[in-house]
């Protein structure tokens, strides 16, 4: 599975992005859970949303709650991440993952598959 995020880049506080991953698999999209984790320098990439197979059920972290909604269209192979209400705590590389169990983890190795990550920068 191929998997390339985009969609980020520098915000203000209070604004929005929307992370688009779109995936190129041969296995058919709707098979794999899909999640959004985020890192930055020295810290560990932590959880942020997952959504399930069908995009029934998600999963978000404490710090998305309220704020991030995580969507799929498996029509167009593509898992989107709608942040709103930006802060500067969640400037980070956002990395998207696929799982082909439909557990929506929130552990990176939950996750066999990853896309290279695209930048949010949120300025106060």
């Known amino acids: 599975v191929q998997l390339q995020a985009s969609g980020g880049g520098l915000v203000q506080a209070g604004g929005s992005l929307r992370l688009s991953c779109a995936s190129a698999?041969?296995?058919?999209?709707?098979?794999?859970?899909m999640g959004w984790f985020r890192q930055t320098p020295g810290k560990e990439r932590e959880f942020v949303a997952a959504?399930?197979?069908?995009?029934?059920?998600?999963n978000y972290a404490e710090s998305a709650k309220g704020r991030f909604t995580i969507s799929r269209d498996n029509a167009k192979k593509t898992v989107l991440l709608q942040m709103n209400s930006l802060k500067p705590d969640d400037t980070a590389v956002y990395y998207c993952?696929?799982?082909?169990?439909?557990?929506?983890?929130?552990?990176?190795?939950?996750?066999?598959?990853w896309g290279q990550g695209t930048q949010v920068t949120v300025s106060s």
């Open positions: 993952a696929a799982d082909p169990r439909d557990r929506l983890g929130v552990r990176r190795f939950d996750y066999a598959y």
């Open positions: 698999t041969g296995r058919a999209f709707g098979n794999y859970a």
């Open positions: 959504v399930s197979w069908s995009g029934g059920r998600t």
